[in-house]
């Protein structure tokens, strides 16, 4: 599986943008895709995940109510709607992809098997 992330940009605090990430490859053997970010010398932490075929959502608490994350599984392709962005989202968000397992831990890393290459985003205060 190929992962292409993509809508990473500036943005000034309050604001909104929409990352994308498309999906290539054996597709069919995704379980879920999650999004991931890391800001300067912090650790990766876990943002959104999505079932890709129920399309269940979870969130962490520090974007629940701002953040929405989509799949258009036509497109093979997930989607981060973040609004009321504020100055410490700014981080390079990775998408990333699973395959079935026994864990149930949409949040961990090390459940993903797949990964994009990282998009930038900047929220200026």
């Known amino acids: 599986v190929q992962l292409q992330a993509s809508g990473g940009g500036l943005v000034q605090s309050g604001g909104s943008l929409r990352l994308s990430c498309a999906a290539s490859?054996?597709?069919?053997?995704?379980?879920?895709m999650g999004w991931f970010r890391q800001a300067p010398e912090k650790e990766r932490e876990f943002v959104a995940a999505?079932?890709?075929?129920?399309?269940?959502?979870y969130y962490a608490d520090s974007v629940k109510g701002r953040f929405t994350m989509s799949r258009d599984s036509a497109k093979n392709t997930v989607y981060l709607q973040m609004s009321s962005l504020k100055p410490e989202d700014t981080a390079v968000y990775y998408c990333?992809?699973?395959?079935?397992?026994?864990?149930?831990?949409?949040?961990?890393?090390?459940?993903?098997?797949?990964w994009g290459q990282g998009t930038l985003v900047t929220v200026s205060s």
């Open positions: 990333a992809a699973r395959q079935w397992s026994h864990s149930p831990k949409f949040s961990a890393a090390p459940e993903y098997e797949y």
């Open positions: 490859g054996r597709t069919f053997s995704i379980y879920a």
């Open positions: 999505i079932s890709w075929s129920g399309g269940s959502t």
